[in-house]
């Protein structure tokens, strides 16, 4: 900072910074140092780093995250609009959409795809190498020894230290409260068989997980759409309209992040929502599978976190963040345990001794929490690139999510677009994607898609992208045409 001349400090400072963006020093979407950090580098007030990193708030260079700090703006200038609102159903809808989701993730896992449609981070992203040589020494050392069916509960070591992660979300578990799934799905599948019987109705949010929507349709489980705003999640009151006229086995809902959307509810409303279960009676099972991979300061707290979580089945997994091919979940049933026991024991039995062990010799050595720094910043740094590819090459009028956490983007095209017509066109070009309609027990979202940013971010990516923006284009310039010919 240059003392003798007459441009304020604060005004000094926003000229450095644009300098460091201009020059590419500071990407958009990176985190500025904190104020406190800033302050002492430079040897000026905390106030006067504030009104610096303010006025370039004020010109849209930089963006504030609320408990979070400054980030570069993903764009300079103007940036789509969020996806719409959800609308309310009123009636529960039979599911039927196992076809369609066989479909998809046989394209899915098909590697000679751009890999725009699976939500599972590939394993450059995740290097599990450690892990992986946990479980060869677990295995080289004991292998005969856990060569047996485990305890129905799991490997206590694992459980132990599960609950003790769960202890710095304010949490309190203990080993005996958690029971180990086979991925998440198994504990969906448990919390909902353990509440609700064929025929019965389960509120969802809107978009939802169309993983959640054949368990549905497998268990004979009705699915009642619930409208989702794309940034905070359920709308309390329409749900609080419903539950008086409607009956409800349980509500199905996601911790943070939901998948589609991405959205977070605030936890105010998590409160409200929960004070309004207990006043019906109607248990609440969530899905916690993206909390670890939050891009704020501090990770949401889940719904069994807060007061009044007494009557919430807590589900989530390490498939996410760290391990999809060992398939280790967990669930936390609370009141449900003896519902939840039965079942796994017929379900399942046990889960797999050998890769437990190795994930509970990992997670106690911390190794966990360094990667996770680091994955967090990979996938908030793909999902900036992934939107900026999108206002650059998408048709006018598109809008798209601003996830906080995850790695999926919600992109709503304009009305009359076709996903699916896109989606088989795109497989053609050798693009693959989830189309809107399987987010939807009615199949609703024709004119939507779901874009992973799971995979490293290559130019086979932002090619693959850009093409399915072209692709979008002409199908809308056709439209147009047909429309002038009618």
Known sequence: ??????????????????????????????????????????????????????????????????????YVAATQGG????PSTSRLRSKASTVS???????????????????????????????????????????????AHYNVYGAPRGELR??????????RIGHALSPDDVVITSGCTEAVTLALS???????????????YFGLLHTLEMLDLKALELPTDPTRGVHVDALARLLDTEPVAACMLSSSFSNPLGSLMPEAQKRELLALLARHAVPLIEDDVYGDIHFMRE????????????????????????????????????????Q?????????????????????????????????????????????????????????????????????????LPKGFDSRALFDEALEHGICFAPGDVFSASRRFRNCLRLSAGSTWSERIDKGVRRLGELARTQRTEDRGTLAVK
């Not at 940036?79 to 969020?82: E, G, N, V, Y």
Request: charged share 20%; with cysteine; hydrophobic share 45%.
């Open 1 to 70: 900072m240059d003392a003798d001349t007459t441009t304020h400090r604060y005004e000094q400072l926003a000229d450095l910074i644009v300098r460091m963006i201009d020059n590419g020093t500071l990407a958009p979407g990176v985190r500025l140092p904190s104020v406190r950090a800033i302050g002492a580098q430079y040897g000026i007030s905390i106030s006067t780093v504030l009104q610096g990193y303010r006025l370039l708030e004020d010109r849209g260079i930089l963006v504030a995250r609320p408990q979070s700090g400054f």
């Open 79 to 82: 940036t789509l609009a969020l």
């Open 97 to 143: 959409i196992s076809g369609a989701v066989a479909a998809l993730l046989e394209h899915a896992s098909n590697s000679a795809l751009v890999p725009l449609g699976c939500a599972v981070p590939d394993a450059a992203l995740l290097r599990s190498h450690r892990l992986d040589l946990a479980l060869a020494r677990a295995a080289r050392q004991h292998g």
């Open 158 to 167: 694992l459980r132990r230290e599960i609950a003790r992660r769960a202890m």
């Open 194 to 208: 353990s509440v609700a019987k064929p025929g019965d109705t389960i509120a969802v949010e809107s978009p939802t």
């Open 299 to 338: 990770r949401p707290r889940p719904f069994i976190a807060l007061d009044g979580g007494a009557n919430t089945i807590y589900c989530s997994s390490f498939s996410k963040s760290l391990a999809p091919g060992y398939r280790i979940g967990w669930i936390a049933p609370g009141a449900f345990a003896q």
């Open 340 to 412: 939840v026991m039965d079942r796994k024991l017929a379900f399942s039995l046990c889960s797999p001794v050998l890769p437990q062990v190795a994930l509970a010799d990992y997670l106690a050595s911390g190794a966990y929490d360094a990667h996770m720094r680091r994955l967090r910043r990979l996938l908030e740094e793909n999902l900036l690139r992934l939107t900026r590819t999108i206002e650059a090459s998408f048709p006018a009028g598109t809008r798209v999510s601003r996830p906080a956490g995850g790695f999926a983007l919600w992109v709503e």
